[in-house]
């Protein structure tokens, strides 16, 4: 009959509408600043530059080999490398970045630089509810701004962060176990350098 | 007491208007009464927005707007501001006089029909003889406006818009008509104060709404349905389709003047509903006789609040149609249905009391409707469409 599929549409509608104020399951929007979903864990918004221990300066992992700089498909990253070096978490001399920029207006979030840093140092961040007044210096951000420490990588990505602790962890030891018969045996006889 | 508080508004406009000479009088009572309407409308304009919103949200099991004010009911100040703060853009080669003129007469002829609806007892601004006459000369010009705001604006989406616009309102004009004038001749009269009034008695508790006879009520449905296709509402809205001609003749509208096209719909949608209310739903008298002492024009908002909601809940549930559909719909269903109802309701007004004229009523209206249906659906066929591709 002309008109029956209307009036099921329209009691379709109204079971909607009245069910709406009844049943909380039928409301799937999540009011957002109030209730949030959690995040993903590979959630990823802009990198971030990962420090070992306290002091940012210091146990900053970045040697400024520049890859990423290079890699970066918008260009968003400016390094200046420094002039002199510092020991590294491996205790060995590295150069540090004296300038790290990344303009955030321009990244794409495409983790490239992430994929490509030989050195774990450059991470993706999950902060996302980002915003400042200032639309030319807010939105370059520097070294000290970039710089955060792995305990914060531990809480955003931690599946990441122990696998990365782990390699350099590794690393670490096996540099320590070759450094060590290296230093024994360069004590006596340093005349020949090692071949390997 | 209760005659008090129904009469509240007229004693008071009689008040303001005893405070001016006596030559004046005529011209500020005028005023008085437009003010009255222009503030009760618009603010029902801005209610309706807000409950639309809100409304549409729940059938389609979302919350709505609730974040301006206490479950966002200040949403429509939020919404007036920034249209009023949004730039005003006119396009180059429009044609700028009647591009801002469209609005303003869309709006101006959209309150001009409040004229003649009662609102309440003794609440109507002006009562004409032929009122009902002047109601739909007034609402025509809306057509107008509309092809006026589609042509100005030199845009083809606009114009297709207007088109449209222009093709379905004349094709719904006619059944709009044709269903409410079984009501004046059921009445005899072309004044919605007369009409409201032959509808204001009661048979034991029930009262004589004229959508309580077979005739009236297919007239009610037919004019409700002719009603949501001139206020080009959802699923009638094929002239401001935003998935096809993005958003017909608004497109090259931004800010108040979008914001007056917008209030301009909503009064004539509320204007054609306030129509229907004194056609065919007994104006502003109370649906039970014991209900008599709550006020007139309470009654009256009461029944607009419903029809708006009944048109909110349309909005929700059906789709938009095709052009085709639409004047099938008009001119295929509306317009023979309409014609039949009109023999109706002259066999009911011939025939005398008792369930024989019942019994024919009901006959004249269920069988045309039938066997229309039937055979509307019978070419319906649903079947594989073939596409061909241009070469």
């Not at chain 2, 998935?243 to 509320?270: R, T």
């Not at chain 2, 209310?277 to 609040?305: M, Q």
């Not at chain 2, 209206?365 to 066929?381: A, D, E, Q």
Request: charged share 15%; hydrophobic share 50%; with cysteine.
């Amino acid at each position: 009959m002309l008109g029956e599929g209307i009036l099921k549409g329209l009691a379709e509608t109204a079971k909607n509408f009245f069910g709406s104020f009844v049943s909380k399951e039928r409301l799937t929007t999540v009011q957002f600043p109030e209730e949030r979903l959690p995040q993903a864990e590979a959630a990823r918004n802009f990198p971030f530059l990962v420090y070992d221990g306290h002091d940012w300066q210091a146990g900053l992992r970045c040697v400024a080999c520049q890859i990423c700089e290079k890699e970066c498909p918008p260009k968003c990253i400016f390094i200046e490398k420094s002039k002199d070096k510092k020991p590294d978490s491996m205790g060995k001399q590295q150069f540090y970045p004296a300038v790290f920029n990344i303009d955030v207006s321009v990244c794409m979030s495409c983790q490239i630089c992430v994929e490509v840093c030989p050195f774990d140092a450059i991470e993706m961040d999950t902060a996302f509810e980002l915003s400042t007044g200032d639309r030319f210096d807010g939105l370059l951000w520097r070294k000290a701004q970039l710089a955060k420490p792995n305990s914060y990588f531990h809480q955003i990505h931690p599946t990441a962060a122990a696998e990365i602790d782990k390699r350099l962890a590794e690393a670490k030891a096996k540099a320590e176990a070759k450094a060590k018969p290296v230093a024994a045996a360069a004590q006596p006889d340093p005349a020949p350098p090692t071949k390997s | 007491m209760p005659e008090t508080i129904d009469q509240i508004f007229v004693v008071l406009k009689h008040w303001l208007v005893g405070y001016s000479p006596v030559w004046l009088q005529p011209i500020v009572g005028a005023i008085v009464s437009v003010v009255a309407i222009l503030v009760a409308f618009a603010s029902l304009f801005a209610l309706t927005t807000i409950l639309e919103r809100k409304g549409l949200g729940r059938f389609q099991n979302r919350y709505g707007p609730n974040r301006v004010g206490p479950f966002g009911l200040l949403q429509p100040v939020a919404d007036g501001l920034k249209s009023l703060t949004k730039e005003d853009i006119v396009p180059h080669s429009a044609d700028a006089v009647v591009h801002l003129l469209a609005p303003i007469v869309l709006v101006t002829a959209a309150f001009m029909g409040y004229a003649v609806l009662p609102v309440g007892r003794n609440m109507v601004a002006v009562d004409l003889d032929a009122g009902l006459l002047y109601f739909f000369a007034a609402g025509s010009i809306i057509e107008l406006t509309i092809f006026m705001a589609g042509w100005s604006s030199r845009n083809k989406y606009s114009l297709l818009g207007a088109m449209r616009a222009i093709a379905q309102m004349i094709s719904y004009e006619v059944p709009l008509i044709l269903s409410s004038i079984t009501v004046i001749m059921a009445t005899g009269s072309l004044s919605t104060v007369d009409i409201v009034e032959k509808q204001a008695g009661y048979s034991g508790i029930w009262p004589h709404w004229f959508v309580f006879t077979p005739w009236g009520f297919a007239g009610f449905i037919l004019f409700t349905i002719a009603a949501i296709a001139e206020s080009n509402r959802s699923p009638f809205d094929l002239p401001e389709g935003e998935s096809e001609i993005i958003a017909g003749y608004y497109v090259e509208y931004s800010g108040f003047k979008f914001a007056l096209f917008f209030l301009g719909e909503y009064i004539g949608m509320f204007a054609v509903s306030g129509l229907a209310i004194t056609l065919f739903l007994g104006g502003w008298s109370a649906p039970f006789s014991f209900l008599t002492w709550i006020p007139s024009y309470l009654w009256f908002f009461g029944k607009l609040l419903a029809l708006i909601g009944l048109f909110i809940w349309i909005r929700s549930t059906l789709p938009r149609l095709r052009d085709d559909q639409l004047m099938n719909f008009a001119w295929k269903f509306m317009l023979p249905m309409a014609l039949i109802n009109l023999v109706t309701a002259g066999a009911w007004h011939f025939m005398s009391f008792g369930p024989v004229r019942w019994l024919v009523s009901t006959i004249l209206v269920v069988v045309p409707y039938l066997l229309l249906g039937r055979g509307l659906m019978r070419s319906k066929k649903l079947e594989t469409r073939i596409y061909r591709f241009a070469e």
